[in-house]
Protein backbone atom coordinates (compact mmCIF):
# COMPACT_ATOMS: atom_id res chain seq x y z
CA UNK A 1 0.00 0.00 0.00
CA UNK A 2 1.39 3.60 -0.37
CA UNK A 3 2.40 5.31 2.39
CA UNK A 4 3.25 9.40 2.56
CA UNK A 5 3.77 10.61 5.75
CA UNK A 6 4.91 14.11 6.29
CA UNK A 7 6.69 15.87 8.90
CA UNK A 8 8.89 18.80 10.15
CA UNK A 9 6.00 21.21 10.14
CA UNK A 10 5.75 23.74 13.47
CA UNK A 11 5.24 27.73 13.93
CA UNK A 12 8.19 30.08 13.39
CA UNK A 13 8.56 34.04 12.83
CA UNK A 14 8.98 35.15 9.62
CA UNK A 15 11.65 35.16 7.81
CA UNK A 16 12.62 31.91 9.33
CA UNK A 17 13.30 28.70 7.91
CA UNK A 18 11.80 24.82 8.23
CA UNK A 19 12.77 21.69 6.56
CA UNK A 20 9.77 19.76 5.46
CA UNK A 21 10.65 15.73 4.93
CA UNK A 22 8.08 12.70 3.54
CA UNK A 23 8.76 9.38 4.19
CA UNK A 24 7.17 7.27 1.66
CA UNK A 25 6.95 3.79 0.83
CA UNK A 26 4.47 1.38 -1.73
CA UNK A 27 5.71 3.02 -5.40
CA UNK A 28 8.61 3.99 -7.24
CA UNK A 29 10.06 7.24 -8.17
CA UNK A 30 10.47 5.65 -11.62
CA UNK A 31 7.02 6.26 -12.02
CA UNK A 32 5.63 8.56 -9.66
CA UNK A 33 6.46 12.23 -8.93
CA UNK A 34 6.77 13.58 -5.95
CA UNK A 35 6.11 16.54 -4.13
CA UNK A 36 4.35 18.68 -2.27
CA UNK A 37 0.95 20.62 -2.18
CA UNK A 38 -0.59 23.30 0.19
CA UNK A 39 -4.02 24.57 1.24
CA UNK A 40 -3.90 27.99 3.58
CA UNK A 41 -7.18 29.47 5.38
CA UNK A 42 -9.50 30.46 2.89
CA UNK A 43 -7.54 29.16 0.07
CA UNK A 44 -7.95 25.88 -2.63
CA UNK A 45 -5.35 23.69 -2.86
CA UNK A 46 -1.96 24.91 -4.68
CA UNK A 47 0.75 22.50 -6.31
CA UNK A 48 3.74 23.57 -4.64
CA UNK A 49 6.98 21.71 -5.85
CA UNK A 50 7.14 18.73 -7.39
CA UNK A 51 10.20 16.62 -8.90
CA UNK A 52 10.37 13.30 -11.42
CA UNK A 53 13.67 11.04 -11.03
CA UNK A 54 12.80 9.66 -13.91
CA UNK A 55 13.70 12.96 -16.09
CA UNK A 56 14.75 15.10 -13.63
CA UNK A 57 11.75 17.77 -14.20
CA UNK A 58 11.34 20.43 -11.38
CA UNK A 59 8.38 22.58 -10.72
CA UNK A 60 8.25 25.53 -8.27
CA UNK A 61 5.27 27.39 -7.87
CA UNK A 62 6.18 31.40 -8.70
CA UNK A 63 5.12 31.97 -4.89
CA UNK A 64 7.94 29.74 -3.58
CA UNK A 65 10.35 30.08 -6.61
CA UNK A 66 13.86 31.35 -5.00
CA UNK A 67 12.83 30.44 -1.62
CA UNK A 68 11.72 26.77 -1.34
CA UNK A 69 14.19 24.10 -2.50
CA UNK A 70 12.80 20.28 -3.08
CA UNK A 71 15.08 16.98 -2.91
CA UNK A 72 14.87 13.71 -2.90
CA UNK A 73 17.32 10.84 -1.01
CA UNK A 74 15.75 8.23 -3.93
CA UNK A 75 18.09 5.23 -1.77
CA UNK A 76 15.52 6.34 1.59
CA UNK A 77 12.53 6.89 -0.55
CA UNK A 78 12.12 10.52 1.48
CA UNK A 79 11.90 13.78 -0.44
CA UNK A 80 12.15 17.42 1.61
CA UNK A 81 11.02 20.76 1.22
CA UNK A 82 14.03 23.17 2.52
CA UNK A 83 11.43 26.25 3.30
CA UNK A 84 14.12 29.89 3.47
CA UNK A 85 12.53 32.90 4.59
CA UNK A 86 9.16 32.52 5.20
CA UNK A 87 6.39 34.63 4.98
CA UNK A 88 2.69 34.91 6.75
CA UNK A 89 1.17 34.33 3.42
CA UNK A 90 2.86 30.51 3.36
CA UNK A 91 0.76 29.63 6.49
CA UNK A 92 -0.98 26.35 5.57
CA UNK A 93 -1.39 22.60 5.38
CA UNK A 94 1.52 21.23 3.79
CA UNK A 95 0.55 17.67 2.32
CA UNK A 96 2.88 15.59 0.61
CA UNK A 97 1.80 13.75 -2.58
CA UNK A 98 2.67 10.91 -5.37
CA UNK A 99 1.76 11.79 -9.14
CA UNK A 100 1.30 9.01 -12.00
CA UNK A 101 3.75 10.12 -14.97
CA UNK A 102 3.69 7.21 -17.06
CA UNK A 103 0.68 8.63 -18.88
CA UNK A 104 0.69 10.02 -22.05
CA UNK A 105 0.91 13.49 -20.71
CA UNK A 106 4.21 12.42 -18.92
CA UNK A 107 5.82 15.01 -16.58
CA UNK A 108 4.07 17.96 -19.13
CA UNK A 109 1.55 18.34 -16.16
CA UNK A 110 3.58 17.94 -12.94
CA UNK A 111 2.77 19.22 -9.94
CA UNK A 112 -1.24 20.28 -11.49
CA UNK A 113 -2.68 17.05 -10.04
CA UNK A 114 -1.75 13.87 -7.76
CA UNK A 115 -2.45 10.87 -7.05
CA UNK A 116 -1.94 9.49 -3.69
CA UNK A 117 -1.14 11.92 -0.76
CA UNK A 118 -0.61 12.06 2.86
CA UNK A 119 -2.25 13.44 6.34
CA UNK A 120 -0.07 16.51 5.83
CA UNK A 121 2.27 18.69 8.49
CA UNK A 122 0.71 22.08 9.53
CA UNK A 123 3.20 25.14 8.90
CA UNK A 124 2.23 28.78 10.84
CA UNK A 125 4.36 31.51 10.23
CA UNK A 126 3.95 34.82 12.33
CA UNK A 127 4.75 38.34 11.43
Known amino acids: DVQLQASGGGSVQAGGSLRLSCATSGFSFDDYAIGWFRQGPGKAREGLSC????????YYADSVKGRFTISTDNAKNTVYLQMNSLKPEDTANYYC????????????????????WGQGTQVTVSS
Open 51 to 58: IASSDGTT
Open 97 to 116: VAQWIRSSAGTREICRRYDY
